[in-house]
């Protein structure tokens, strides 16, 4: 299964290594990353979550070299929104 949250242009360069991180958003999803599919300026980062479900964020190529992101590498998908639509069929 596959969980696209692409196009949620996650930036989170600015966190210094080795502090407290705090944030507003109730949904922080712990895996790894087990694909980075690099563009010209953004790039496609893949994480696995436990049970194998994977999220799929559009991020900067600037924001992986400084969060030190790479295959195996232990990262957070960080989920904000504003609103939560809700459909049916």
Known sequence: MLLVVARAYIEI???QRGGTMKLSARNVLKGKVRQITEGTV???????LPGGISVVA???KRSIASLGLAIGTEA?????AS???VAVD
């Not at 957070?76 to 904000?80: D, G, L, N, P, S």
């Open 58 to 60: 559009i991020i900067t």
């Open 83 to 85: 609103s939560v639509m």
């Open 42 to 48: 953004n790039s496609e980062v893949t994480i696995e």
């Open 13 to 15: 360069g600015a966190i």
């Open 76 to 80: 957070y998908a960080v989920i904000k």
